[in-house]
């Protein structure tokens, strides 16, 4: 199974709203990776949050990460049309240096 | 500073035929990843590849799939005697080191390979 999965499976907000994601992990890692990918497009990194932090902002983005519980979870505030997108988060394997991609959530932001 | 480029962004291969994906990391970043995404799927790490050294691969299917790095010139992922299977949007990412865990990556536009 996966070492990163995202929840929900697909998201559907109207424009101004916030968006959250969660990201659920099975082993020890020492850092978890949120990435973007529009349709048809690679994917673009988003924040790098490591074991010993907390929580990050970048922007509209606010992720948190709960060791204990193993999750993340990812916030977009007052989302906007050009957030639609999929958003996968990526963890390491307590060293590994190969990220893990989960399947990812589809966002929808409907202006 | 160009991004990651990866070549051709679409490639139509038949069955049996094989299939070459070019990739140019970012200046200055000489570790470089493949990956293989299936339509509404996460990306599958399929190889991991610093200067002529192939790292980890662990996720390539054990034939017709090879990947390089030569010293000069793209990483080139090939596959051989091609089948429907194979089709898929392979990415490629470089980072320019490896810290502690995983770094953060910069991805190519992917090649989207279709196989009829």
């Known amino acids: 199974s996966q070492q990163g999965e995202e929840d929900p499976q697909a998201l559907s907000i109207q424009e101004g709203e916030n968006a959250t994601m969660n990201c659920s992990y099975k082993?020890?890692?020492?850092?978890l990776q949120w990435y973007r990918q529009n349709s048809g497009r690679g994917l673009v990194h988003l924040i790098l949050i490591r074991s010993n932090e907390r929580e990050k902002h970048s922007g509209r983005l606010r992720v948190t990460l709960d060791t204990s519980k193993k999750s993340s979870s990812l916030l977009i505030t007052a989302s906007r049309a050009a957030d639609t997108a999929s958003y996968f988060c990526?963890?390491?394997?307590?060293?590994?240096?190969?990220?893990?991609f989960g399947r990812g959530t589809s966002l929808i932001v409907h202006p | 500073n160009a991004g990651v480029m990866q070549n051709p962004r679409h490639l139509v291969r038949r069955r049996g035929q094989e299939a070459r994906l070019r990739c140019s990391p970012m200046k200055g970043h000489s570790h470089v990843y493949w990956y293989r995404q299936l339509p509404e799927e996460g990306l599958k790490f399929m190889v991991y590849l610093q200067k002529e050294n192939i790292i980890d691969e662990s996720g390539m299917p054990k034939e017709r799939f090879s990947a390089e790095f030569p010293k000069e010139g793209p990483s080139i992922l090939r596959i051989q005697q091609v089948v429907r299977g194979d089709s898929a949007a392979y990415f490629c990412a470089s980072s320019p080191t490896t810290g502690q865990g995983s770094d953060e990556q910069y991805f190519g536009p992917g090649t989207r390979l279709t196989v009829t």
């Open positions: 990526a963890t390491d394997k307590g060293g590994s240096y190969i990220p893990t």
């Open positions: 082993t020890s890692i020492n850092n």
